[in-house]
């Protein structure tokens, strides 16, 4: 299995800028990626679903779908950062080579009041983002 590459927010941004062709798979539930926001120009293939939260059986099939080449540089973002690694082992289980998860996601951690936003993340950094 390959490795897996782990950046904060700004260096993947950073990395994805110099990555020609570079696919970046926010694997967050759909109502999460378009209510709560997402990276700008991200493709959206959920990992798990609501409400179950149940591994999606086509995740593989429509991750080949942008990107059939297994070396092609897929980088992978979730709401912290735990389902994106999930995501990426199964790639890179599945032969995906040049794999990098988004750690802080696009929320970030949880603060001392339970809230996301205040202690990193895609969105807390001030990268592109938009929301549906």
Same mark, same amino acid.
């Given at each position: 299995?390959?490795?897996?590459?782990?950046?904060?927010?700004?260096?993947?941004?950073?990395?994805?800028?110099?990555?020609?062709?570079?696919?970046?798979? /926010?694997?967050?539930?759909?109502?999460?990626?378009?209510?709560?926001? $997402?990276?700008?120009?991200?493709?959206?293939?959920? =990992? #798990?679903?609501?409400?179950? =939260?149940?591994?999606?059986? &086509?995740?593989?099939?429509?991750? #080949?779908?942008?990107?059939?080449?297994? &070396?092609?540089?897929?980088?992978?973002?979730? !709401?912290?950062?735990?389902?994106?690694? /999930? +995501?990426? !082992?199964?790639?890179?289980?599945?032969? @995906?080579?040049?794999?990098?998860?988004?750690?802080?996601?696009?929320?970030?951690?949880?603060? +001392?009041?339970? $809230?996301? *936003?205040?202690? *990193? *993340? =895609? !969105? @807390? $950094?001030?990268?592109?983002?938009?929301?549906?």
């Amino acid at each position: 299995m390959s490795e897996i590459a782990r950046l904060n927010p700004v260096d993947a941004w950073e990395r994805m800028q110099s990555c020609p062709g570079a696919v970046l798979i /926010d694997v967050r539930d759909p109502v999460e990626f378009a209510f709560v926001g $997402h990276p700008s120009g991200a493709v959206n293939i959920p =990992w #798990k679903t609501a409400p179950d =939260w149940r591994p999606n059986p &086509d995740f593989l099939r429509q991750v #080949k779908g942008f990107a059939p080449e297994s &070396d092609r540089p897929l980088f992978l973002l979730c !709401r912290s950062g735990q389902r994106s690694l /999930d +995501a990426a !082992r199964a790639l890179a289980a599945a032969g @995906y080579r040049n794999l990098t998860n988004v750690e802080e996601g696009f929320e970030g951690a949880l603060d +001392a009041d339970r $809230h996301r *936003g205040a202690l *990193g *993340g =895609w !969105r @807390y $950094h001030g990268l592109p983002w938009e929301q549906s």
